[in-house]
């Protein structure tokens, strides 16, 4: 049987070309809107300020030119784009009470970024947790195992893995036709959001959505849930309680970094597509666009007794 959308008659196509989607808000009420519109302001302000210092200390402290904290400054600039990528359209529309209009092509831009930037993002954090395994399982070997050519080629890989991935997807979602209703019930473009505005069968877009999803969630986390099995059992054979707390915190700022950005992507894009809640989606969607990309340098500089010395240091001399 020939689908649908590979039949679609000239006057569709134009007529899909010409549609603008627009944002759903989150109240009616002027003043809620305004309200959330200085609380995601804040929260992006804040996300790009701690961010840029995480990436700015590593850079001007030599101390901190290891493996560990090259990837994480490049963990923070990812989530600045990542949340870049969201902020200011969310920020618009909720001052325009959802009159703000984005293009198709636009709409499909701030879809590929986000699953471009969101996908490598994912991938350096397993690449986070193979280096603390070398770090603590096979310490007298680690500055050869991770040389700096090695720690460039993993953090160019997460970036062209999560390129190679977002763009297929992005460009199939958007031959999808889409017809009358326009309005995306979501604060950005993500792609479950989209593909129930499409006026066609959706069924190999959401299986394309779900294999994708798996690659980028699952994949990582089984490396990085391996890679903390072997590093738990090594800590276990530290006998100094000094050594297995200073082993312990250098792992225990991933570890929640981990389970906030894994637990709740898992959550919208590994469940089922029938158990899909546009509401639930839109303010989960919250926690790893604005509140995680937060909460990262927070965890880190608080956790991290190297990195918060070198904060300090830097403090002072202002």
């Known amino acids: 049987m020939i689908s649908r959308s590979s039949t679609l008659p000239t006057e569709e196509i ?6 603008q989607f627009f944002f759903r808000t989150f109240s009616a009420d002027p003043k809620v809107q305004v309200g959330i519109f200085v609380a995601f302001l804040t929260m992006y302000l804040i996300s790009l300020s ?21 990837f994480l400054a490049n963990l923070a600039v990812l989530e600045i784009f990542y949340t870049s990528s969201i902020a200011p359209l969310a920020l618009a529309n909720l001052l325009s009470m959802g009159r703000t209009p984005v293009s198709i ?11 471009f930037l969101g996908g490598a ?26 040389s700096w050519p090695l720690c460039v080629e993993l953090v160019v890989g997460s970036l062209v893995l999560g390129f190679l991935l977002s763009l297929p997807l992005t460009i199939l979602i958007f031959r999808l036709p889409f017809c009358n209703n326009n309005e995306i019930y979501h604060f950005y473009c993500d792609m479950p959001a989209v593909m129930r505005l ?31 099995v072997f590093i738990v059992a090594a800590i276990l054979r530290i006998r100094s ?31 089922p597509s029938s158990s899909y809640s546009p509401e639930m989606g839109r303010v989960v969607s919250v926690v790893y666009t604005f509140i995680t990309p937060i909460l990262n340098p927070l965890i880190y500089s608080m956790r991290n007794k190297e990195l918060k010395d070198a904060l300090q240091k830097a403090l002072r001399k202002f």
């Open 14 to 19: 134009n007529k899909t070309a010409k549609i």
């Open 50 to 70: 701690g961010n840029t210092t995480i990436a700015v200390i590593v850079q001007i402290n030599h101390s901190l030119h290891i493996p560990m904290y090259f």
């Open 105 to 115: 092509p636009g709409c499909g831009t701030q879809m590929f970024f986000f699953v």
């Open 121 to 146: 993002d994912c991938v350096l954090l397993a690449v986070m947790a193979y280096d603390r395994f070398v770090a603590i399982c096979y310490p007298l070997r680690y500055t050869h195992v991770m």
């Open 198 to 228: 499409a006026c066609a069968d959706t069924h190999i877009h959401k299986t394309a959505l779900y294999i994708v999803s798996f690659i980028i969630l699952s994949v990582p986390l089984s490396l990085i849930s391996i890679s903390y």
């Open 241 to 271: 309680t000094e050594g297995r707390h200073r082993a312990f915190s250098t792992c225990s700022s991933h570890i929640l970094v981990v389970l906030l950005q894994y637990g709740c992507t898992s959550f919208i894009y590994l469940s």
